[in-house]
């Protein structure tokens, strides 16, 4: 089969690899219809380097059709329409049944210290075969894959995959109360779809934060008030803008979106790039140890919000080594939540937004629909933020 594999720093080729079969009784094989191309997926590509390893398979977005199944998975058939959470989790452990897959106790990636693994991410969390392919092999399927209905374009549904949970647990863990305001930094695809989901959940104001025009120009017209980065000099003047629409105070919650590529401190940056070009024994070991953010992001998140506010961070974060601003998060009360999404835990609250009145606007939020065998070109145009491209989704 086809599929997309890292082969360095920046390097990503569709290259012909051997076909997925059952390895054990509880295993599907999926033929992939679709596949979403991820911010995520640009850590690989830039920053995260230093834990793969060339010839890995990448993606963790897919959707297809049930081709087999284990005789352990009563719940699945040939034919089944499925989409893929990103994480690999049982279903059956005290973890899942807390609705933290993420932290399942039967999958877990114990010799790195890491929770449950994740399709095409990284030897840290198992470097298992991702999506981004035109089949794939699908552990602990009688819990993690997600049955959807025939009819519908694959756009309707995919994005259960991870963005539609991702923003959902982002906007549960901000704690928005009925009416209030929430900020959302970074207006990519978590970001944006956080803003709308923020919206039907109930806030009253919702401010969106970025420097990318077709994006802020997507979350202004579904009704966010939008703020341009370039406008401001300096970050503090952009938290006086909010506050002035808030009474002073801030909003009651803010959304890291953005994660460890925020724009801001160039040591940072010089440190992931080192790393990124050692040697990967040297390299992870500096990663792991002594591994730094750029935080402009979360910064801006702990100043912007008010006294007693939440911060939730969906953003993806990998430092080992970072400073934080312990005093301010003390005195201001912030209260601090983040992590993976837990997909399954969400999946049953969203599928009722999936109707044909597409409240979600899931249906045109693609921007861009390639052919896999452009993988490489997809992932340029992406990194680059060029022609507009929002949310890729790659056709197998």
Known sequence: MKAVTWQGKRDVRV??????????????????TSAGLCG?????YEVLTPFMTPGDILGHEPMGIVEEVGAEVPGLK???????????????????????????????????GMGAPLFGYTRLYGAVPGGQAEYLRVPQAQYGPIKVPDGPPDDRFVYLSDVL????????????????????????PIGDMACRVARIKGAGRVFGVDLVPERLRRARERGVETYDLRSFDNEKELVAAIRDETGGRGPDAVIDAVGTEAHGSAAARLVQQGAAILPRAIGGRLAERFSVDRLAA???????????????????????????PMLTLFDKQIQLRMGQANVRRWSDDI????????PLGVDDFATHRVPLADAPHAYEMFQKKRDGAVKVLLKP
């Open 15 to 32: 290259e012909e690899v051997p076909d997925p079969k059952i390895q054990e009784p509880t295993d599907a094989i999926i033929r992939v």
């Open 165 to 188: 949970p991702t923003a959902w647990q982002a906007v549960a863990y901000a704690d928005v109360p009925q009416g209030g305001s929430i900020a959302v930094l970074g207006l990519g």
């Open 78 to 112: 040939p034919g089944d329409r499925v989409v893929v959470p990103f994480q690999i989790a049982c279903g059956h452990c005290f973890m899942c049944g807390t609705g933290l897959p993420t932290q399942c106790e039967t999958t877990q990636v114990t010799g790195e």
């Open 298 to 324: 979360l910064y801006t998140a702990i100043e912007l919000v008010r006294r007693g506010g939440t911060i939730s961070l969906s953003g993806v974060y990998g430092g080992m080594a970072d400073p934080m």
């Open 40 to 44: 995520s997926d640009l850590h690989l």
């Open 351 to 358: 599928l009722p937004y999936l109707t044909e009145e597409d």
